[in-house]
């Protein structure tokens, strides 16, 4: 079992910055990438950013050169730099853990999210 907490979300101006954090427990061995997606109003849940176990990341188009997913894994922590933001950015962030359960199968787990309400 993994527990995600997500915290860090609040209200920018466009061209502002935030950071969120995701602080994870439980089974934290289990986890073989972290991520984070949102979920704007009307709209489905897309990823943002992900980061493998292995530090490899990957970002969304809409956000890559502004966003910056990152690990301390001695807080258990995955931080997600937000710069240059735009309104479009304003949605309701969520983290993710990916748990591999077998070979092929696996289970993400969620945190409650966090808003990020962006200005103009």
């Known amino acids: 079992h993994v527990q995600l907490v997500e915290s860090g979300g609040g209200l920018a101006q466009a061209g502002g910055s935030l950071r969120l954090s995701c602080v994870a427990s439980?089974?934290?061995?289990?986890?073989?990438?972290t991520g984070w997606y949102r979920q704007a109003p009307g709209q489905q849940r897309e990823l943002v950013a992900v980061?493998?176990?292995?530090?490899?990341?990957h970002y969304a188009d809409s956000v890559k050169g502004r966003f910056t997913i990152s690990r301390d894994d001695d807080k258990n922590t995955v931080y997600l730099r937000m710069n240059s933001l735009r309104p479009e950015d304003t949605a309701v962030y969520y983290c993710n853990a990916h748990v591999p359960v077998g070979i092929t199968v696996a289970y993400d787990y969620w945190g409650q999210g966090t808003q990020v309400t962006v200005s103009s």
């Open positions: 980061i493998t176990r292995g530090g490899t990341t």
């Open positions: 439980g089974t934290i061995s289990s986890i073989n990438a």
